[in-house]
């Protein structure tokens, strides 16, 4: 059953997944309501007849008169005005209530929806393996994740609008069935062939969905480079040239949109007019063919003309459903592609603390390029290691699969002698610190950036201090009007690159990590900088593992081990004296850097 729904509704089975039961909830409030209102509808002849003629009602071929008679018989009611008018207010109550539970369902599960959708997304985000997250659209992911959540929660209120209205229709039609049947499939007929008619603007419509979905894509993509790139941009006037992008980008964007919106008009201007037709040529047919007097239908006509109304709603929630279409489809692509990329780490030992990392013949390949080529060295705890070699050598690659960041292909990773896939992987990086190139600034205060929002006690309060003066940002910090509350701006816009790169260090050294990389940690700082948090840093040797990518041999010279890299492999090794004795590259590179 579940297979079936899943293979042949699959809009409504997407839709399920988040709202559950709660989606037949709506349904089935909606229905009831449908019928109350129906059979309140229903009541109106009879209550004429009742006022007319007394109780004299449910003669031949007045079925709905002898159902009432019955019914009021059973509950031992006399059938006069007063209890028909009574049962009328208590059937349009009901209905009001049920419509009460049918509106309040809708806004449940639109909200239930849009979050589930959106916590969905956001922990496929956060679970993507890091790899694949590099090679991502980030038009694509940053456009699911805010806008298109919402369109998608609009378009399923309209799917199951949609639904509802067709539910409404069936249930209508089925009690003018009753009342003429002849009448009821001329009307079901017509309604019918009115569809075929909207069908060729429902085609076109998708289309467009789709498109505009991909040029949203587009769009957002080039808005994401251009908020990263500004400051290139701005400085060499290009900003004209990716602007015009933007602006080909929002042109199509719009057409699209355009079009979309003149497809809706069309359908809106032709419903009235069609609907009128259809009424027209049923009441002719009926009247010239079945020669039936037209009083004799005129509460079918009451039920019709709602019908008619639901057939309207019906087909402007549908085309508005397929204007969603190309975000539905890209939602559910997008969910499968996260799942498809989710970084799977199956370990579950707890680490209570790293004694060594060992690699052994590691390898790592970028699709078909080796980039990490036999890799085996050892780290103990406490130590302080460095990679050297030149631009492209595999130097950040390999630190990021020591960190973890991406997995290895070959080879074995240990940690305390037993592999690294045993433990929890969280563990792990919970003892990790890591500086990359380009610092990490939130658009926060400092305090939150150092301490990552920790809460302001006195004693967190301390140990930022601490950690502020170990990474030389005492002065700056003092110099500073708000001091520790000072904002940041995006990216850290309003404080240099150096600075920068000094909070970031605070920041790992806040949080008591077992082992420190850092890559490149101290290149955007000025001498006098780098030699004070050199300091800071060397102060740390011997308490912390240190593993360091440095361009600056300065900062390593006191590396218990250094290894150079050449093409993805490690050519040399040794201390900093040892080195320069076996490597000439390294010998030549201590010349040209004055030591
Ligand atoms: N995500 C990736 N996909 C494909 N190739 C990559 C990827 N990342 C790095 N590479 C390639 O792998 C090689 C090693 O890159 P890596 O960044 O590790 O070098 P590096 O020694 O740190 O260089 P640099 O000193 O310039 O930072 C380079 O040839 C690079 O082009």
Redesign the pocket.
């Known amino acids: 059953m579940k297979a079936f729904f899943k293979e042949n509704f699959k809009t409504l089975y997407f839709f399920y997944q988040y709202l559950g039961y709660r989606m037949f909830l709506l349904l089935f409030f909606s229905f009831l309501m449908v019928l109350m209102d129906s059979v309140g509808l229903a009541m109106f002849l009879p209550l004429l007849q009742v006022a007319d003629e007394g109780a004299a009602i449910g003669k031949e071929n007045d079925k709905v008169g002898y159902y009432i008679s019955q019914l009021f018989d059973m509950l031992h009611l006399d059938l006069n005005v007063y209890t028909m008018l009574v049962l009328i207010v208590i059937l349009f109550s009901a209905k009001a209530l049920f419509a009460y539970y049918a509106s309040k369902y809708s806004v449940i599960n639109q909200q239930l929806f849009a979050k589930g959708l959106r916590l969905r997304l956001a922990d496929g985000l956060r679970d993507m393996a890091y ?1 694949d997250f ?2 991502a659209d980030i038009g694509r992911t940053q456009n699911s994740l805010i806008g298109e959540a919402w369109q998608v929660v609009n378009a399923c209120s309209l799917y199951l609008s949609a639904i509802k209205n067709g539910m409404f229709i069936l249930v209508y039609l089925g009690f003018a069935f009753f009342f003429d049947w002849k009448f009821s499939i001329l009307v079901a007929l017509g309604g019918g062939l009115s569809n075929l008619f909207y069908k060729r603007y429902y085609t076109k419509t998708e289309k467009l969905s789709r498109n505009i979905t991909q040029n949203n894509h587009r769009y957002s993509g080039i808005v994401v480079e251009v908020v990263n790139h500004y400051k290139y941009l701005k400085a060499t006037g290009r900003n004209y040239l990716f602007f015009n992008r933007l602006k080909d980008e929002l042109d199509r964007l719009i057409k699209n949109n355009i079009d979309v919106g003149i497809l809706g008009a069309r359908l809106s201007a032709v419903r009235e007019p069609m609907t009128i037709l259809v009424i027209c040529v049923v009441i002719m047919v009926h009247t010239a063919i079945f020669q039936s007097p037209l009083s004799a239908i005129m509460i079918i006509l009451l039920l019709f003309y709602r019908i008619m109304q639901k057939v309207m709603d019906i087909q402007t929630c549908w085309n508005s459903y397929l204007s969603g279409v190309g975000t539905i489809e890209n939602m559910q692509d997008f969910q499968s592609y996260l799942d498809q990329h989710r970084e799977v780490y199956s370990g579950i030992q707890p680490l209570q603390r790293i004694d060594s990392i060992e690699l052994k013949n590691i390898q790592l390949f ?2 078909n ?1 080796k ?1 990490l080529n036999n890799i085996s060295l050892h780290i103990e705890k406490n130590q302080s290691i460095a990679f050297v ?10 630190i ?1 699969l020591i960190s973890t960041l991406i997995p290895f292909d070959e080879g074995a990773f240990l940690v305390n002698g037993k592999g690294i896939e045993l433990f929890s992987n969280v563990e792990y990086k919970s003892k990790i610190g890591y500086i990359a ?1 380009e610092p990490t600034i939130f658009n926060a205060d400092i305090f939150d950036n150092v301490t990552f929002w920790a809460e302001r006690t006195d004693e967190n309060l301390q140990k930022f201090e601490e950690v502020i003066e170990m990474s030389s940002m005492k002065n700056f910090l003092e110099s500073l009007a708000e001091k520790e509350k000072t904002l940041l701006g995006n990216n850290g816009i309003n404080i240099s690159g150096g600075q920068k790169q000094r909070i970031s260090i605070a920041r790992e050294l806040y949080r008591d990590v077992e082992v420190l990389i850092m ?1 490149e940690a101290t290149s955007a700082l000025d001498s006098a900088t780098e030699h004070l948090v050199k300091e800071s840093i060397e102060s740390l040797k011997g308490k912390v593992t240190i593993i360091s ?1 440095a ?1 600056r041999l300065s900062t390593i010279q006191h590396a218990d081990r250094i290894y150079l ?1 050449e093409q ?1 492999g490690i050519v040399a090794e040794g201390d900093f004296e040892e080195l320069k004795q076996k490597s000439t590259y390294f010998r030549n590179l201590t010349v040209l850097q004055g030591m």
């Open positions: 790899k590099v090679t970028y699709q390029y980039a070699g030149e631009s492209g050598s595999g130097k950040t690659s390999l990021n190139q890559d990518i361009h890299m993805g």
